[in-house]
């Protein structure tokens, strides 16, 4: 049985009053979490401002596209092959390659958010267009080979590969995540506020001193803990190939650490970056240390929420590593607080690094990693 290599991400990082993610109601969604009430960020939103930012950090084949409307993009990639084909007979031809792999497509659309990669979507219209130059009928094995990774793991794209696929209609071409995001949650206790404002009509008259508009909205600030693993041989798995596994690590580091979900950004700019970063390599199991802020967090004795939720992080690293055997191979500290300066000693690490720093050594370990487990680091442009 092959050794596992996760990489655990633990983030302190402090939003200034935002509503980032709101519920049903418009109210910044919440958690109750040692019989406290916090704030809250789906995993969900934080998933989605991360797939948002792969865009400046992958090519194209490192992105997949989750939409109903697979179809509609498996034909325009026909109508590209065969430049005489006519609209109507793409999307026909579209539809016979998906029902071929077993997805149901009706009045243009599945019945569901369908996950594919570009390379996929490519490879399905190359299918198509060739089906539809023979007159005859998809070959339903060769189409549900496409979409199946055991089989073409490489035409997988990297965010297809991390967080997985479920297609209800064809469970066999399924793809298990192998990234895990929780929901962030304030590691202090929730205090939600409300912004009463108004606006004025720039072209009332002179003698009209009343507001055009008046509402409230609802919004909250928030030091909060963010957690995150990536299960690296099951990405490389996912993908076949340990360059592309290694180039999605790095991406995805960068892309979640540094990126913030959209929610009310224009009305609130609370774009912060985090305050405390630590990065693990562990041969164990994932480890979340959420559980030092079951007490919630509060500023005192001259001390900020991001001082003692260092404080509290490394006692509770230290504490679960003494019971469970769980100490990580090696440990990376990133700060960009004042008052995160002690974490690097009291996580037993000599110095904090730069970000960039960190990904380049995890990425070499995962690498060597990799090889070792017969995934050589072949070059990919």
Not at 27 to 42: D, N
Not at 85 to 90: G, K, L, N, P, T
Not at 137 to 142: C, E, G, N, Q, R
Not at 240 to 256: H, M, P
């Amino acid at each position: 049985m092959k050794k596992p290599q996760f990489i655990d991400i633990h983030i302190l990082q402090t939003v200034p009053p935002s509503n980032i993610n709101r519920d049903d109601t418009g109210s910044p969604k919440t958690a109750y979490f040692g019989g406290v009430k916090r704030s809250r960020v789906s995993s969900q939103a934080w998933k989605k401002a991360t797939r948002d930012s792969f865009s400046d950090l992958l090519d194209e084949f490192g992105l997949g596209w989750r939409t109903k409307r697979a179809a509609s993009l498996i034909a325009e990639a026909v109508a590209a092959i065969l430049p005489e084909i006519e609209d109507d007979q793409a999307e026909v031809a579209a539809e016979k390659v998906l029902a071929a792999t077993g997805v149901k497509v009706k009045g243009g659309e599945t019945g569901y958010l369908l996950f594919l990669s570009t390379a996929q979507i490519k490879a399905l219209a190359s299918l198509a267009a060739q089906a539809f130059e023979a007159g005859g009928a998809v070959d339903k094995k060769l189409a549900k080979e496409i979409l199946d990774i055991k089989k073409k793991p490489t035409l997988n794209s990297i965010d297809v590969a991390m967080f997985g696929r479920m297609v209800a209609d064809a469970p066999d071409l399924n793809v298990d995540a192998s990234v895990q995001v929780a929901h962030a949650i304030g590691i202090g206790k929730m205090n939600p506020e409300f912004d009463y404002f108004t606006a004025l009509d720039d072209c009332s008259p002179e003698d009209n001193a009343g507001a055009a508009m008046i509402e409230t909205t609802e919004f909250t600030s928030s030091t909060m803990y963010r957690y995150a693993t990536i299960d690296v041989l099951h990405l490389c798995e996912n993908l076949g190939s340990a360059a592309v596994a290694c180039r999605g690590i790095e991406a995805f580091l960068k892309a979640f650490i540094t990126s913030m979900p959209t929610g009310k950004q224009n009305s609130f700019a609370n774009r912060t970056l985090p305050g405390a970063v630590v990065l693990q390599l562990r041969d164990t199991q994932p480890v979340s240390l959420v559980n030092a802020f079951e007490k919630p967090v509060e500023a005192s004795h001259g001390k900020s929420q991001i001082e003692i939720g260092c404080e509290r992080l490394a006692k509770q690293e230290e504490a679960v590593d003494k019971a469970f055997g769980t100490t990580p191979q090696k440990t990376f500290v990133i700060t960009a607080s004042p008052d995160a300066q002690s974490l690097p000693g009291a996580m037993g690490v000599e110095g904090a690094c730069s970000l960039d720093a960190a990904i380049a050594q995890i990425s070499q370990a995962c690498a060597a990693y990799l090889a070792e487990n017969g995934y050589q680091t072949e070059e990919v442009d």
